[in-house]
């Protein structure tokens, strides 16, 4: 099976800062990875997939990139409400989830 | 608007079987592909199951190959998990996600149920 690791574990950033997480694949998936992310007591919302699509009605201050087995989500400019857990996923042959990055806002 | 109803979780022995229930509406279900997902709660997110439209590709996490079963009929709009063999780290919240597009193969999972508790104990 594919592993996907990212980091880090926790982030803490205040608004306005530009993040990014990382996601490793353990093998090259090419582009077949996607972003969510998950408030506690919700299910999972899909923000960004095939590494660089951005899914209808999230905001433009996500992105994403890479290929092969590095990837990248980036926040451009943070908002309060973008404090949740980000997780990556790979979608090459079966699929699986990277372990999840806390955002805390500062 | 897409609906994704999962029923059937519950408590259960160490050992013991639970079948899952997703019911989907609001699109075309015959053309969608399926996964389910657990999570631990306060943990993260596992990837467990998939079945393509027609039922002809299913794979599974290694963590449960030969012990959960994955169907549906795409006639009553449904998606099924039937987990035997349970073990406490069974114990989770399981989504039921549909994937975000009607596409061949595993997908991005664009909308996802509100998720059923199983709990194993011991």
């Known amino acids: 099976d594919i592993q996907m690791t990212q980091s880090p574990s926790t982030l803490s950033a205040s608004v306005g800062d530009r993040v990014t997480i990382t996601c490793r694949a353990s093998?090259?998936?090419?582009?077949?990875l996607a972003w969510y992310q998950q408030k506690p007591g919700k299910p999972p919302k899909l923000l960004i997939y095939k590494t660089s699509s951005l899914q209808n009605g999230v905001p433009s201050r996500f992105s994403g990139s890479g290929s092969g087995t590095e990837f990248t989500l980036t926040i451009s400019s943070l908002q309060p409400d973008d404090s949740a857990t980000y997780y990556c996923q790979h979608y090459y042959g079966s699929s699986g989830f990277g372990q999840g990055t806390k955002l805390e806002i500062k | 608007e897409v609906q994704l109803v999962e029923s059937g979780g519950g408590l259960v022995q160490a050992g013991g079987s639970l079948r899952l229930s997703c019911a989907a509406s609001?699109?075309?279900?015959?053309?969608?592909?399926m996964n389910w997902v657990r999570q631990v709660p306060g943990m993260g997110l596992e990837w467990v199951s998939y079945i393509s439209p027609s039922s002809g590709t299913k794979y599974y996490a290694d963590s449960v190959k030969g012990r959960f079963t994955i169907s549906r009929d795409n006639a009553e709009h449904s998606v099924f998990l039937q987990m035997s063999s349970l073990r406490d780290e069974d114990t989770a919240l399981y989504y039921c996600?549909?994937?975000?597009?009607?596409?061949?193969?595993?997908?991005?999972?664009?909308?996802w149920g509100q998720g059923t508790l199983v709990t194993v104990s011991s």
């Open positions: 609001g699109f075309t279900f015959s053309t969608y592909s």
């Open positions: 093998q090259s998936i090419n582009s077949w």
């Open positions: 996600v549909r994937g975000r597009a009607d596409l061949t193969g595993t997908s991005d999972l664009g909308y």
